[in-house]
């Protein structure tokens, strides 16, 4: 018979209704998964369409989990809160509490929430099914992770702000066709099953294409540090796919002090994310500063074994943002771990145009080179760091990139001929100066690099600049790459990037 589960959850004040209880464990939702891939797809039933989509941007977010229902299932130090249907999250999403091997499903009560007299969703039924979960800080204290939309997640990382998001798969991303998105059907939240994590969830994705099972181990970072996720996902595809993304990351980025061309702003940058990191499995650290393009454009970065990347926010100075309301110099970024082996495939990084801060237009994730035919399992671990910065690497990290016109002071411009100027910071290059034999590396591809080359301390500060123009010699953008080395020794990271003399992307 349904009814309150005790223990624990006795906590709250408000007791939910639970369902009856039923065996649960991580080989039994793969189960659940590979039995539902052979199955053609279903979509989600809308209970009363026309109703929810009266519950637009505003209306949704007057509705409010009310915290003396908050559901207390793995103690006060993670309280969890609900997310309420509405027109940009309509299909329902089923919640369970799980406690010793065992399930038992949370239903829908109006009363959860707090709203408005006049309300829309006071009209719903009450099998609408909620949204997603986020999870509180002890004391109700602002939630740290959620789980909202789609297959879509993200934490407020170590500063205490949102930015870019995690997904639990990509498909189709960047083609000339739509993109899929799977969502997760079905959440199980419980107790860690690493006593290191603050809480384990569980999640069933299903799609068109693809049905899968995940794990997720939560962690909360204390004061200042960083949360960790570790994922693992087993995937079973229904139907052959063209791109598959594993570990996607999704973020924001309209300008910044290389592209400020982009937009009329007063606000100096605006971005989440300024750049893709990347350490390869040959050991090789990779910068790829990010660009907002004019055409839809497609970033490949081939390996093996990958040992990481992920999609960062480096620049963590107020003064060049100068936005107080969302604090953009807080956002977390977002590092990658593989566990275990993922074999040949590549890293690749989608840039989509856009003109406002509104909508996420960057996305990367590990693309594998072969993928098992449907029905076969596909299985991938990995850790999410949601972190200030990229781990350190031994040698300089690129520290900032800035473009603009060719040329010298006092002589005429020339047409068709940009400069590029990398800074890079790290101890590899403390105490050297222009005597102790640092060299650039620059090479172009669809271009040609042009002089003079500057390679030199940066006068009051611990930086190297390196400065260099250049030009097309095509249509396309030139692939540009660089780095200082002493001998046969790389000092700093490797930064590529694509460029236009119009310093669009």
């Avoid at 006049?118 to 039924?125: E, F, G, M």
């Avoid at 970072?221 to 796919?241: M, W």
């Avoid at 990347?309 to 003064?319: K, M, P, S, V, W």
């Avoid at 990367?364 to 999410?384: H, K, T």
Wanted: charged share 25%; aromatic share 10%; with cysteine.
């Amino acid at each position: 018979m349904a009814g309150p589960v005790p223990g624990a959850l006795a906590q709250a004040k408000t007791l939910p209704v639970l369902g009856p209880p039923t065996a649960f464990s991580f080989p039994d939702l793969v189960a659940l998964a590979r039995s539902a891939a052979a199955e053609p797809y279903r979509p989600p039933v809308i209970a009363v369409p026309e109703q929810i989509e009266q519950i637009d941007y505003d209306a949704h977010w007057q509705i409010r989990f009310r915290d003396d229902a908050s559901l207390m299932h793995v103690g006060a130090s993670a309280p969890i809160q609900l997310f309420h249907p509405g027109r940009y999250f309509r299909e329902p999403v089923r919640v369970h509490l799980v406690e010793n091997g065992t399930a038992r499903e949370v239903h829908y009560r109006r009363d959860f929430f707090s709203m408005p007299d006049d309300s829309p969703a006071r009209d719903l039924p009450e099998d609408v099914g909620f949204a997603g979960f986020r999870v509180m800080r002890p004391g109700l204290a602002p939630d740290w992770v959620s789980f909202l939309g789609a297959s879509y997640f993200r934490t407020d990382g170590p500063l205490g702000q949102y930015g870019l998001s995690a997904r639990g798969l990509a498909i189709d991303t960047g083609l000339a066709k739509p993109e899929e998105f799977p969502r997760f059907s079905h959440f199980w939240i419980g107790p860690p099953v690493d006593p290191a994590d603050t809480l384990t969830a569980w999640a069933l994705l299903d799609g068109p294409s693809v049905s899968g099972a995940y794990q997720f181990g939560l962690r909360r970072g204390g004061a200042g540090e960083p949360h960790v996720t570790t994922i693992s996902a087993r995937l079973f595809l229904r139907r052959a796919v063209e791109r598959l993304g594993i570990a996607p990351l999704t973020s924001m980025y309209w300008f910044s002090e290389r592209s400020r061309i982009l937009a009329d702003e007063w606000r100096p940058e605006i971005h989440d994310s300024d750049g893709l990191a990347l350490a390869t499995g040959a050991g090789e650290r990779i910068w790829r500063p990010l660009g907002n393009p004019s055409v839809v454009r497609t970033s490949s970065f081939f390996d093996q074994n990958p040992r990481g990347f992920g999609l960062i926010q480096r620049d963590r100075a107020f003064e060049n943002y100068q936005d107080d309301g969302v604090f953009y110099n807080r956002r977390p970024s977002a590092w990658i771990e593989p566990v275990g082996d993922w074999g040949k495939g590549a890293v690749q990084l989608i840039e989509i145009p856009t003109v406002d801060e509104t909508f996420d237009n960057i996305v990367a994730y590990w693309s594998p080179a072969e993928l098992p035919p449907p029905g076969e399992m596909l299985s991938f671990d990995y850790r999410i760091v949601w972190g200030e910065r990229d781990p350190e690497p031994t040698v300089a990290r690129v520290f900032s990139t800035r473009q603009g016109q060719g040329g010298a002071p006092g002589q005429d411009i020339p047409e068709g001929i940009d400069k590029m100027v990398i800074d890079f910071q790290g101890a590899a290059l403390k105490g050297l100066t222009v005597q102790s034999g640092v060299e650039p590396v620059i090479e172009a591809v669809g271009g040609e690099i042009l002089g003079p080359i500057g390679c030199r301390p940066v006068v009051g500060t611990d930086r190297w600049r390196l400065s260099f123009d250049f030009r097309a010699t095509g249509t396309e953008p030139v692939q540009l790459r660089a780095y200082l080395r002493r001998g046969d020794a790389a000092l700093t990271e490797t930064w590529v990037a694509l460029a236009t003399t119009d310093r669009k992307g």
